[in-house]
């Protein structure tokens, strides 16, 4: 690779994004970008009546992600440093689609762009699958309350979603590489062996 890598980790609620960041971060001696989700005012709200708030949920997340990439441009990006990212900005995109309707919908897409055409995109994603048992299993080990109200199907949606938009993703920026470490085969926190694998590759794409 020519240029310091920009890194993201993807995968649906509960796939192990910011476990696997952290660890790689640590492992390769990287600085990582997390995801602030605690101090999100519409979370909660959103999972007791997702049409009501939506909108300002997603909007709340773009302007979040907007700023913190903002940031990361301007720290590690503008000035050749690797960094690792628990999330792709492009995640915005998949919620939105999932979440909003109608002209709503249409203005979020619009927005998305506008904020976010003329930002360097990670050249490598490491994108964790998991099944829906894998990830209600896993979000109630991590026992959040608000996430108590996440429904199976909503969850099924988010899983077929991120097959869609990584397939999406891969054919509209080739030159982007996607890594899809399959959950039911990889289990990089309880097998060492499995995590070392990860992080080999990963070191080998970075030359
Ligand atoms: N491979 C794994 N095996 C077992 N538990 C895991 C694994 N990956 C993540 N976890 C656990 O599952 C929960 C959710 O992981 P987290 O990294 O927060 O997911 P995400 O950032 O994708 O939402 C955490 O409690 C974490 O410790
Ligand atoms: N509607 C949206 N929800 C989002 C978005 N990004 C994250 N989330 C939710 C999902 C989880 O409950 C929590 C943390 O996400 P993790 O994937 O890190 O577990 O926030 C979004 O853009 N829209």
Same mark, same amino acid.
């Given at each position: 690779?020519?240029? #310091? =890598?920009?890194? &993201?980790? /993807?995968? !649906?609620?509960? &796939?192990?994004?910011?476990?696997?960041?952290?660890?790689?971060?640590?492992?390769?001696?990287?600085?990582?970008?997390? /995801?602030?989700? /605690?101090?999100? =005012?519409?979370?909660?709200?959103?999972?007791?009546?997702?049409?009501?708030?939506?909108?300002?949920?997603?909007?709340?997340?773009?302007?979040?992600? +907007?700023?913190?990439? *903002?940031?990361?441009?301007?720290?590690?990006?503008?000035?050749?440093?690797?960094?690792?990212?628990?999330?792709?900005?492009?995640?915005?995109?998949?919620?939105?689609?999932?979440?909003?309707?109608?002209?709503?919908?249409?203005? +979020?897409?619009?927005?998305?762009?506008?904020?976010?055409?003329?930002?360097?995109?990670?050249?490598?994603?490491? +994108?964790?699958? #998991?099944?829906?048992?894998?990830?209600?299993?896993?979000? #109630?080990?991590?026992?959040?309350?608000? /996430?108590?109200?996440?429904? !199976? &199907?909503?969850?099924?949606?988010?899983? *077929?979603? +991120?097959? #869609? &938009?990584?397939?999406?993703?891969?054919?509209?920026? =080739?030159?982007?590489?996607?890594?899809?470490?399959?959950?039911?085969?990889?289990?990089?926190?309880?097998?060492?062996?499995?995590?070392?694998?990860?992080?080999?590759?990963?070191?080998?794409?970075?030359?």
């Amino acid at each position: 690779m020519k240029h #310091a =890598p920009f890194i &993201a980790v /993807e995968g !649906p609620i509960g &796939a192990g994004k910011t476990t696997l960041a952290t660890m790689l971060a640590g492992e390769l001696q990287l600085p990582v970008i997390k /995801e602030i989700v /605690e101090e999100n =005012p519409f979370l909660d709200k959103f999972y007791q009546n997702m049409d009501d708030w939506s909108f300002q949920l997603e909007m709340f997340f773009l302007c979040n992600r +907007y700023k913190q990439l *903002e940031d990361t441009v301007y720290q590690y990006i503008d000035k050749g440093k690797p960094v690792i990212s628990d999330y792709h900005i492009y995640k915005n995109l998949i919620f939105g689609e999932r979440t909003l309707k109608g002209t709503k919908r249409e203005k +979020y897409r619009q927005i998305y762009h506008v904020l976010t055409d003329d930002l360097p995109k990670p050249d490598i994603i490491l +994108y964790i699958r #998991a099944d829906l048992d894998t990830l209600l299993e896993r979000i #109630a080990k991590r026992g959040r309350p608000f /996430e108590e109200e996440i429904a !199976p &199907a909503y969850l099924q949606q988010l899983i *077929e979603d +991120y097959d #869609a &938009a990584m397939a999406s993703l891969a054919l509209t920026g =080739p030159s982007t590489v996607i890594v899809t470490i399959d959950g039911k085969q990889v289990d990089f926190v309880e097998n060492q062996e499995d995590f070392t694998a990860i992080a080999s590759q990963l070191k080998e794409l970075m030359k």
